[in-house]
């Protein structure tokens, strides 16, 4: 009895040891393969990174000439996610604020509840809400042309980043310790002065980490940008303006380019320049909250 | 004494995963799959004769999606489908591709006709437009930007032409440029819809929008504009008569391709798509039928509209 | 004047306080009123269409009428394959990490990679499936490639969060258990994971939400626009086929079907968020349930 309970033992801590690696490698596999299908674009004389970076002309199926630049896509995408940021930053953090500070305790867990339901609606519920919703709303109520425009994309990215920033914001501000918390009001101040004078800078890494994730969070979105930005290529001028994300492209174009043409590794490329902006935002993020533990 | 006892968790999830696929064979004699992808202008029709045919066969289950007809090809070319809905003819290069990588040459069967309807706001007071004009509203470089240009004021007051036009996967989109731009780039900078409601529904919201989309999508909110070929001719209204008659001058086919010659389900299917009752779909859903022109049978002759 | 009244200093630092307090529940409102005027707006539209008949029946009439069935059964089927795959060896790679692997460079390197790519966006993982389950494995499009990716998708979070669960169980306990002389996997499955389940399942059931409403992942692996099924079967599809899917089948509703009465996204939206809400309320409810237990 006891070998076989020291064989299964040894059979489980190896199909454990198994998992780990395999799952691990699973996981890092994504961005070695998007890199891997992209790859032959180096030694592609039809393409050139300084196009594909600063042009704006994306013809990947010209009759006359094709081009791929993705500068308009780039720049439609930071656009909407700045826009949705200077919405969703000061909304979150005030929420957090409430919720931490000045909320009784009975109706906070019901206002945190809310708040993660919130973060579950599926990104296509929110393109189908601005495609029918908002958009129509925008083209009625301001001087724009289109409803389906940056102003549009941005008020969703904005409602879907807003629960991860005011949930970390508001585990942020719950770290700093009570201490602070007492100190401060032993010297008379009133909760906005600890507030304003003590808790945000004492938990600034947090609330910083906390932003970064809800931009990483906009900047990937893909479904509720393929419906409700417009999808038209130039560089944006004004917020009524409808524009195109890198996400949307992909999303739009993959299914057509036959596998392993210049189109279909193009795609790929957009994919790694995705990954890296999205693991850089993740990887800084992850970087202060632990600059914030040595301090 | 210990037991070694197996997570239970574990178990019952490999016991569903084997519940479901041994379930999913039990049902009967399996229905074989069909698999359709390819133009989201054919869709709705793709869909009426998958639901149809069934209902007729229940041996066969018809698998269709859309995405465009750039992505039909793509798809047939890797063999993963087997028939591709095109709204435009295989480019060359597309068929050597084929040849290429698969060694079969694509097989073209003509399933009906379509116009490209080319829609405005419904309070937009132009009734007419040329092949020419449309060229300078959507080309690179095209001169009209304004519909004072064009002669016509928008009640809402707003003056810039904003041009829907459909994805580069389309073959809406291909055909479009092929006919009308003849080959010439599009112009950056016009909202590039996905499917082909979407463009209809677009324009029904915004006042100043004018775009293309085949004549089975219009709906009571939008007009369709009358088309002439050059300026002087005359212009017509994009009907299946006018189609027919080869009056209207943005008409097209709407085709299906396989590799090779189809394996017998799907030669049976194909078959089934030109016969009467195939083609009656294809006028119910607001198409042009395949018709010789001796055929006095609806939907071809007697009863259409 | 008593001794107690406010000074006007302490009625202004209350004026001050108040005004503040107005100020973040409003923006809390802000937050929190457009979600429930589109939700309103969402059933409103959709009330002329939710009935039973809707969820049990199949489309019909070129999809202008008819039900969302074969969606629904589709997405439990996405769903509940992706994580028979991705919950066991989630859940097993956590506790490698957490109970195995020693603290060396390249483990905290795996760490935080498993966590940064918990944020990858959903496009990336249709790029991926699309090139390594459909062409290159040669899968196809099926179920099986799209509940793959799925898996995928969803795996980095539940490592991470079971993680979490793991790391929360008190060092003590293993040390006790150690020193009665039981092995590390005997420590493991007697009291570590025990007290790390509720964490786990929490984290895993929050991925079941999120693999029900994901799109972009499964619209180019294996969720077709229709597919018709014999009408009353349970276990319609198997593992090389497409199925229809509720995400899929409420993004082809609004962009590509013409014609078709606004009652039905609405209605095919409102299922797809009773979906999600209910299994996050499970989640959120088993969560209180632990805190609750773990207080006694």
């Not at chain 2, 379509?114 to 437009?129: G, K, Q, S, T, Y």
């Not at chain 2, 909202?191 to 009571?220: C, H, Q, R, W």
């Not at chain 2, 209204?237 to 590799?259: D, E, F, G, M």
């Not at chain 3, 090389?240 to 014609?259: F, K, N, R």
């Amino acid at each position: 009895m006891r070998r076989w309970h020291q064989l299964s033992e040894v059979a489980i801590e190896a199909l454990i040891r198994l998992c780990g690696f395999s799952a691990t490698i699973f996981v890092l596999g994504i961005f070695v393969f998007v890199c891997r299908e992209a790859w032959p674009l180096w030694h592609n004389d039809a393409f050139h990174l300084s196009e594909f970076l600063f042009s704006i002309q994306w013809y990947p199926t010209s009759a006359v000439s094709k081009h791929y630049g993705v500068l308009a896509m780039i720049a439609g995408t930071f656009s909407v996610t700045l826009l949705a940021m200077t919405m969703a930053v000061p909304l979150g953090l005030g929420a957090a604020i409430y919720l931490g500070e000045f909320c009784p305790s009975r109706p906070r867990e019901i206002l945190k509840v809310l708040v993660e339901m919130l973060a579950a609606i599926p990104s296509v519920v929110w393109g189908f809400a601005g495609l029918t919703i908002t958009s129509r709303l925008i083209v009625r109520y301001t001087s724009a042309d289109v409803g389906v425009n940056l102003l549009n994309g941005a008020l969703l990215l904005a409602l879907m980043s807003l629960p991860i920033i005011v949930s970390l914001a508001e585990d942020a501000l719950r770290a700093v310790p009570d201490e602070y918390r007492e100190a401060a009001l032993a010297l008379g101040a009133t909760r906005w002065q600890l507030t304003w004078r003590v808790l945000l800078p004492a938990a600034r890494h947090g609330l910083v980490a906390a932003v970064l994730l809800g931009f990483g969070r906009a900047i990937g979105e893909t479904m509720a940008v393929l419906m409700a930005t417009g999808h038209a290529i130039h560089l944006p001028t004004s917020v009524f303006d409808p524009v195109r994300t890198l996400t949307a492209n992909i999303a739009a174009e993959l299914g057509e380019a036959p596998a392993r043409t210049t189109h279909y590794q193009v795609l790929f490329l957009t994919g790694v320049l995705l990954f890296l902006v999205t693991f850089a935002v993740n990887l800084t993020a992850g970087l202060i909250i632990r600059r914030e533990r040595r301090p | 004494m210990e037991q070694v006892a197996i997570p239970r968790r574990k178990c019952f999830v490999l016991l569903l995963l084997v519940g479901l696929t041994a379930c999913g064979h039990r049902n009967g004699p399996r229905a074989q799959t069909l698999r359709v992808r390819g133009s989201d202008t054919m869709l709705i029709l793709a869909q009426a004769w998958a639901e149809a045919y069934g209902q007729m066969n229940r041996r066969v289950a018809v698998e269709v999606s859309g995405g465009g007809s750039g992505q039909g090809i793509a798809a047939l070319l890797e063999g993963a489908i087997d028939i591709a809905n095109c709204s435009r003819n295989l480019k060359p290069e597309e068929a050597a591709a084929a040849q290429a990588h698969t060694g079969k040459v694509p097989q073209e069967v003509i399933v009906g006709y379509d116009a490209l309807a080319v829609f405005v706001h419904r309070d937009n007071p132009l009734e007419e437009i040329s092949i020419a004009q449309l060229a300078e509203i959507y080309r690179v470089g095209g001169r009209l930007s304004r519909w004072s240009d064009l002669g016509v004021r928008i009640p809402a007051g707003r003056n810039r032409i904003v041009v829907v036009n459909r994805q580069s996967s389309s073959g809406t989109y291909e055909f479009f440029r092929e006919h009308v731009l003849a080959n010439r780039d599009f112009a950056l900078g016009s909202l590039d819809m996905n499917g082909s409601k979407e463009v209809v529904d677009l324009i029904a919201s915004t006042p100043g929008a004018i775009g293309y989309s085949g004549m089975a999508f219009a709906t009571p909110v939008v007009k369709m504009l009358r088309v002439r070929r050059k300026s002087g001719d005359p212009a017509f209204a994009p009907t299946l008569a006018n189609v027919l008659a080869h009056h209207y001058p943005i008409s097209r086919s709407l085709l299906i391709y396989t590799l090779g010659e189809p394996r017998a389900m799907v030669g049976e299917y194909i078959h089934w798509l030109q016969s009467p009752t195939g083609q009656q779909i294809v006028a119910d859903s607001g198409y042009v039928p395949v018709c010789s022109g001796k055929d006095l049978a609806p939907p071809c002759g007697a009863g259409t509209n | 004047m008593s001794r107690f009244a406010a000074t006007p200093q302490t009625r202004t630092k209350l004026r001050q306080e108040s005004a503040a307090a107005g100020l973040f529940l409003a923006m809390l409102l802000c937050l929190l009123l457009p979600l429930f005027a589109m939700i309103a707006d969402l059933l409103w539209q959709a009330a002329p269409a939710l009935n039973w008949q809707f969820l049990i029946s199949s489309p019909t009439h070129g999809m202008r009428q008819g039900g969302v069935w074969p969606a629904l059964v589709g997405t439990l089927y996405l769903v509940t394959l992706s994580l028979a795959v991705a919950a066991p060896m989630g859940v097993l790679a956590a506790v490698y990490l957490t109970e195995y692997a020693r603290d060396t460079w390249y483990n905290r390197a795996i760490n935080m990679a498993v966590l940064n790519l918990a944020g990858v966006p959903s496009i990336v993982h249709a790029l991926f499936g699309l090139g390594a389950f459909v062409y290159a494995a040669q899968f196809g499009f099926s179920i099986l490639s799209a509940s793959l990716t799925l898996a995928i998708m969803t795996m980095p979070v539940i490592i991470a969060s079971s993680r979490q669960a793991l790391l929360s169980v008190p060092h003590s306990f293993r040390e006790a258990c150690w020193n009665l002389g039981a092995s590390r996997w005997q420590t493991i499955r007697a009291i570590v994971l025990p007290n790390a389940v509720g964490g786990i399942l929490t984290g895993i059931i929050l991925q079941v939400s999120r693999a029900a409403g994901e799109t972009a992942p499964i619209m180019f692996t294996g969720a077709v626009f229709y597919k018709a099924i014999a009408p009353g079967t349970l276990l319609p599809y198997s593992l090389d086929e497409q199925c229809m899917a509720l995400s899929m089948h409420l993004y082809t509703l609004s962009t590509q079907t013409p014609g078709v009465d606004p009652s039905i996204p609405n209605a095919t939206a409102v299922v797809l968020l009773a979906l999600v809400f209910l299994v996050n309320a499970a989640a959120i409810v088993l969560r209180t349930l632990i805190r609750a237990r773990g207080r006694r």
